[in-house]
């Protein structure tokens, strides 16, 4: 592995993975940086390596990684981010620029190598859930399939507080809008919804889709929130292969009906197979010379709905790795699947 320490954090690349590790202590520390904490980044995920020597802090180099499209949440949401907020970017002193440019280097020849980015890629790149966080005004937690808003706060208005909650399913999410506060005006998150509601929905302390927050810590964290619901909003919308149109792999994954008819489907599959003719070469139409084949191969046929099961039950392990099954889903998902073996 070759690590590269630069002011914000720490790159490790494994030829597969940039494992990034962000500093919490210094004068350079930030506060986006800081709640974030690590993440590991797929090559998959990597469009394009930006390298420029002499073009940060005190002529030191300067590295970027831009990443493809609906795949970088922090960028979707957070366009008025500062420079030294972004999650994808690095600045060193001028003595490591020989490492920096050597890894940069590497990780874009990797990255060219690597085939498309997985639909769950930017989930991967967010905390996991269940996440919540609080404002003046209340707070917003995300659970894997519903977004709860909750105006509880001292901040919170007359129509906010009479509403007193509002839960969207991630399905209803079209996107989320965030805007910093600048001193003089609150700042918010706010959810887009595929009804239309969202978007220039009056002032945000009125809007029952948003979250208003004050200048600091609250910015950074309404900010987090939104670039975490955006990347399950994406894995859920993203378009996979025989699956529903619209309908994402994590979605199809976390449906039980998705692994019914899927299990069912293998299981069609095999009967099809067993219940083939015999041959009809056979003297009087009995079992041919092949017949104790036909059978054995009849047999041998269930082993492959047997694998195709254990797999699912591998990638079920997955999801629930990265808190994207909970417990319960993932128990009772596993139970079903071996319940047909």
Do not use: C, N
Request: charged share 30%; proline share 6%.
């Amino acid at each position: 592995m070759d690590d590269l320490r630069g002011d914000q954090a720490v790159w490790r690349f494994d030829g597969e993975t940039v494992a990034i590790r962000y500093e919490a202590r210094g004068w350079f520390k930030d506060p986006l940086l800081k709640r974030i904490g690590q993440l590991e980044l797929p090559v998959s995920a990597i469009a394009e390596v930006d390298f420029q020597p002499g073009a940060g802090r005190r002529k030191g180099w300067l590295l970027r990684l831009r990443l493809h499209e609906r795949t970088d949440p922090y960028a979707a949401v957070g366009a008025m981010l500062k420079e030294k907020s972004q999650p994808f970017r690095l600045t060193g002193q001028a003595s490591g620029e020989l490492v920096a440019e050597y890894l940069a280097d590497q990780i874009r020849f990797a990255a060219e190598q690597s085939g498309p980015p997985a639909p769950d890629t930017a989930v991967r790149l967010v905390p996991r859930l269940p996440f919540h966080i609080q404002t003046s005004e209340g707070t917003a937690t995300l659970d894997g399939s519903t977004v709860r808003l909750v105006w509880s706060g001292g901040e919170a208005g007359g129509r906010k507080r009479k509403a007193q909650r509002r839960e969207y399913d991630l399905s209803e999410i079209t996107g989320v809008d965030w805007a910093p506060s600048d001193g003089w005006e609150w700042g918010y998150m706010r959810l887009v919804t595929a009804d239309g509601g969202g978007k220039d929905a009056g002032k945000p302390k009125h809007d029952l889709r948003t979250l208003v927050a004050d200048e600091g810590t609250e910015g950074y964290d309404t900010l987090l929130m939104a670039a975490t619901i955006t990347a399950h909003v994406w894995a859920v919308s993203e378009p996979g292969p025989g699956g529903p149109e619209g309908r994402g792999a994590v979605a199809r994954l976390r449906d039980p009906r998705w692994w019914l008819d899927a299990a069912a489907r293998s299981a069609d599959q095999l009967k099809s197979l067993q219940a083939r003719p015999a041959d009809p070469d056979a003297e009087d139409g009995g079992p041919g010379p092949e017949a104790g084949a036909g059978a054995a191969s009849g047999e041998a046929a269930a082993l492959p709905d047997t694998e195709w099961i254990f797999r699912q039950i591998e990638r079920l392990g997955e999801l629930h790795t990265r808190g994207l099954l909970t417990d319960e889903e993932f128990s009772a998902k596993k139970a079903e699947l071996l319940g047909r073996i």
